[in-house]
T-cell receptor, first 110, second 115 residues
Framework: QKEVEQNSGPLSVPEGAIASLNCTYSDRGSQSFFWYRQYSGKSPELIMFIYSNGDKEDGRFTAQLNKASQYVSLLIRDSQPSDSATYLC??????????FGPGTSLSVIP | ETGVTQTPRHLVMGMTNKKSLKCEQHLGHNAMYWYKQSAKKPLELMFV???????ENNSVPSRFSPECPNSSHLFLHLHTLQPEDSALYLC??????????????FGPGTRLTVL
């Protein structure tokens, strides 16, 4: 079982819609979770981190964490073409490793 | 600009060459990392240095040799690489290693091609 899993996509949404990106993790003791955005040919950049159950909002982005279900998601409201990128989910595991998922490719259609 | 720089940005080398990748961070962080990103694969952690000491070696072949002379600089020395080592090599830093919520900041990466 892969430690951090994401749907590879591509996920296509129309401009202005809500994009929902999902991630599951296998280590129940994982402490912190990160969402990175990576444009093609660029390095990852941190968007959000979350470590408590529930929602965390920052502008158009909302991270949601459900530790019981071992599930973390990222919602992007009012999606823009500039949001088109690969979104990487990462988990800081109970053994202190940061494990990345394979990423979900998001395409926002004008 | 994240405060993490890497040189060179692109490198082409033969299998018998020796080259080095350099990373420098200007964020006052104490932990630095090397990652490998290959096409269609997740980011792979290679090495972790915390306060100049190597704390993680993720079963990396010995043809990759890291060096951390101080908390601001990290090198990756390359020797006798294979074509399958061609990838994007990313450096990252964070406040320290082991804290619960230490987000990492990435450099722009070095695109390595081994012929």
């Amino acid at each position: 079982q892969k430690e951090v899993e994401q749907n590879s996509g591509p996920l296509s949404v129309p401009e202005g819609a809500i994009a929902s990106l999902n991630c599951t993790y296998s280590d129940r003791g994982s402490q912190s979770f990160f969402w990175y955005r990576q444009y093609s040919g660029k390095s990852p950049e941190l968007i959000m981190f979350i470590y408590s159950n529930g929602d965390k909002e920052d502008g158009r982005f909302t991270a949601q964490l459900n530790k019981a279900s071992q599930y973390v998601s990222l919602l992007i409201r009012d999606s823009q073409p500039s949001d088109s990128a690969t979104y990487l989910c990462a988990a800081k595991t109970s053994y202190d490793k940061v494990i990345f998922g394979p990423g979900t490719s998001l395409s926002v259609i004008p | 600009e994240t405060g993490v720089t890497q040189t060179p940005r692109h490198l082409v080398m033969g299998m018998t060459n020796k080259k080095s990748l350099k990373c420098e961070q200007h964020l006052g962080h104490n932990a630095m990392y090397w990652y490998k990103q290959s096409a269609k694969k997740p980011l792979e952690l290679m090495f972790v240095y915390n306060f100049k000491e190597q704390t993680e070696n993720n079963s990396v072949p010995s043809r990759f040799s890291p060096e951390c002379p101080n908390s601001s600089h990290l090198f990756l020395h390359l020797h006798t690489l294979q074509p399958e080592d061609s990838a994007l090599y990313l450096c990252a830093s964070s406040q320290d290693w082991g804290g619960a919520h230490r987000e990492q900041f990435f450099g722009p990466g070095t695109r390595l091609t081994v012929l």
